[in-house]
């Protein structure tokens, strides 16, 4: 799950070479909250990129 306080424009997530293997939009000024399932891919190192007010953040996730 992610949560944010403010408006959360884009979600992508990147695994460890690179690639995007997820990608959201919002269609509406008020999506806060996301459930994402990435369980079908392999274990490793992930990065999700989140746009929030215009805002780029990155975090490491780890899939076990």
């Known amino acids: ?3 944010s306080k403010e408006y959360i424009e884009t979600i ?3 695994n460890n070479l690179g690639k995007m293997i997820y990608s959201k939009k919002s ?3 008020v999506q806060k909250q996301y459930k994402i399932n990435i369980s079908e891919n392999a ?4 990065i999700i990129r989140l746009k929030i007010n215009n805002q ?3 975090h490491k996730i780890i899939l076990q």
């Open 12 to 14: 992508a997530i990147f």
């Open 27 to 29: 269609d509406k000024n």
């Open 1 to 3: 799950n992610i949560l």
């Open 43 to 46: 274990s490793g190192i992930y």
């Open 56 to 58: 780029i953040i990155n």
